[in-house]
Structures are given as C-alpha cells and as structure tokens.
C-alpha cells in the first residue's frame, strides 16, 4: 500500500494550493481518508476527513476555506486549499482508515508567507 502525496509549496497568504493523495494497493472506496498536518514545534491535527460515502469534514479552523474530495476511479483525494494563512504552513500527510487497517502517506509542505 501506498500514498503519494503532492501538490505543496510556497504561496503568499490569500493564496491556493491543491494537494494530492495517489492511492494504491487497496480498494479506496472502502477506506476514509484524512488530512492531518504537523508544524514545527506542535503535534499532528487533522485537517479534514472523506468517508468511504463521500461524506467530508473539516476541522474549524479550515472550514469554508478547505475542500476535501474523491475520485474512487483514479485513486486519489485532493485537498483545495484557499485563503491560505500562514498558520497553514505545515507538513501535510495523508492517511487511510479502514476498521483497524491504516496507512500513512510521506508529507508535502506547504508554506504560507505574509
């Protein structure tokens, strides 16, 4: 199993960014995928979430900012990221849940600057 992710960098605040989270090895449609970042000196959140349905959600500190979706068919769940603050600046990883079996992909960083 793994999970590519990509689609970070460096953007002014206000700015956007679309991450990427290639899948394989496993059957997407039945696992949850999240969004979890780490800045430097704090613990890992979760950003946001899609279940196996479809069904989203954001943490509050994104919502109306941050859009999570899937494409069972390629695999992959991207994460639309606008307005981006610099408390953003993160690495971001994405993650997949089905009952006890969970995978972590490799990081993609974004940095927000003033």
């Known amino acids: 199993v793994q999970l590519q992710a990509s689609g970070g960098g460096s953007v002014q605040s206000g700015g956007s960014l679309r991450l990427s989270c290639e899948i394989s090895g496993l059957s997407l449609r039945y696992y949850a995928i999240a969004w979890y970042r780490q800045a430097p000196g704090k613990e890992r959140e979760g950003v946001s979430c899609i279940t196996g349905a479809g069904t989203p959600d954001y943490t509050d500190s994104v919502k109306g900012r941050f859009a999570i979706s899937r494409d069972n068919s390629k695999k992959t769940v991207f994460l639309q990221m606008n307005s981006l603050k610099p408390e953003d600046t993160a690495l971001y990883y994405c993650?997949?849940?089905?009952?006890?079996?969970?995978?972590w992909g490799q990081g993609t960083q974004v940095t927000v600057s003033s």
């Open positions: 993650y997949a849940l089905y009952g006890r079996r969970d995978f």
